[in-house]
């Protein structure tokens, strides 16, 4: 190899580097908008400050990242309007779909969510017409091991994909997921048993649809009631695993 390829080659490696380096970034403050500084930075991407302080003026000066008076770091609005068009367009289309899977389980809270970076994003939601009901929000984000949208998410992967994303988590969780994608590419659903919120229960289809997004159903329930109606919730989502929404 010549001095000119050889030269080309470590710009490429180091452009590479620089982009899964912004997109970790980008990863760790929308899991946490607007609370994160420089040096939290530092410490969870396990980078110098000056570097990340390199990285945050290249993605504040793009528009991606925006930084509030006391340095705390939230997604830049050129960002927020990518992702709420896609998000927009995909609950437009999903809608019909969740609507029934609420009327299906007598009035249950129905969530739509996109697999973002290493996190589930909210996009729409059917809330629960109990009394007692588990409701979450719009643009919030949820962990992909502790919750039914994020670990049917996980097998709607790749086993690449899915590979990737299990080693960011300690090898006991890693085993224990693992496990739980196998099952859930078996038979469909996946399930959160009092995992992400104490009390609460779960279950979630999810499937890769068009423009390479991830997208989940999940219905979460106050556990004494999930145990009464399981059945009948996972066959409103196994109903709603067969709707023409997932190829348009």
């Given at each position: 190899?010549?001095?000119?390829?050889?030269?080309?080659?470590?710009?490429?490696?180091e452009g590479?580097?620089?982009?899964?380096r912004?997109?970790?970034?980008?990863?760790?403050?929308?899991?946490?908008?607007?609370?994160?500084?420089?040096?939290?930075?530092?410490?969870?991407?396990?980078?110098?400050?000056?570097?990340?302080?390199?990285?945050?003026?290249?993605?504040?000066?793009?528009?991606?990242?925006?930084?509030d008076?006391?340095?705390?770091?939230?997604?830049?609005?050129?960002?927020?309007?990518?992702?709420s068009?896609?998000?927009?367009?995909?609950?437009?289309?999903?809608?019909?779909?969740?609507?029934?899977?609420?009327r299906?389980?007598?009035?249950?809270?129905?969530?739509?969510?996109?697999?973002?970076?290493?996190?589930?994003?909210?996009?729409?939601?059917?809330?629960?017409t109990?009394?007692?009901?588990?409701?979450?929000?719009?643009?919030?984000?949820?962990?992909?091991?502790?919750?039914?949208?994020?670990?049917?998410?996980?097998?709607?992967?790749?086993?690449?994909?899915?590979?990737?994303a299990?080693?960011?988590?300690?090898?006991?969780?890693?085993?224990?997921?693992r496990?739980?994608?196998?099952?859930v590419?078996?038979?469909?659903?996946?399930?959160?048993?009092d995992?992400?919120?104490?009390?609460?229960?779960a279950?979630?289809?999810?499937?890769?649809?068009?423009?390479?997004n991830?997208?989940?159903?999940?219905?979460?329930?106050?556990?004494?009631?999930?145990?009464?109606?399981?059945?009948?919730?996972?066959?409103?989502?196994r109903?709603?695993?067969?709707?023409?929404?997932?190829?348009?």
């Amino acid at each position: 190899m010549g001095q000119t390829e050889r030269h080309s080659a470590t710009n490429r490696d180091e452009g590479i580097q620089v982009l899964r380096r912004a997109a970790a970034a980008l990863d760790e403050i929308a899991a946490e908008p607007g609370t994160l500084r420089l040096v939290d930075l530092g410490e969870r991407l396990g980078l110098a400050k000056s570097t990340v302080r390199r990285l945050m003026v290249g993605l504040t000066e793009v528009g991606l990242v925006s930084a509030d008076s006391h340095g705390r770091f939230s997604l830049g609005e050129r960002l927020l309007g990518f992702g709420s068009s896609t998000g927009a367009h995909i609950s437009a289309i999903f809608r019909p779909t969740i609507e029934r899977v609420a009327r299906a389980t007598d009035g249950e809270t129905v969530d739509l969510s996109l697999l973002r970076g290493h996190r589930m994003l909210f996009i729409d939601q059917i809330e629960s017409t109990h009394r007692l009901r588990a409701v979450s929000a719009v643009g919030v984000r949820f962990p992909l091991d502790a919750t039914a949208n994020g670990k049917a998410a996980l097998a709607a992967l790749d086993d690449a994909d899915a590979e990737a994303a299990l080693s960011r988590f300690d090898a006991e969780t890693a085993d224990k997921l693992r496990d739980e994608v196998a099952e859930v590419r078996r038979t469909g659903i996946a399930f959160d048993r009092d995992e992400h919120t104490q009390g609460i229960s779960a279950a979630a289809i999810a499937k890769r649809i068009s423009g390479d997004n991830v997208v989940a159903i999940s219905v979460p329930t106050p556990t004494e009631r999930f145990l009464e109606k399981e059945q009948r919730i996972v066959a409103a989502l196994r109903a709603a695993a067969d709707s023409p929404a997932w190829t348009r």
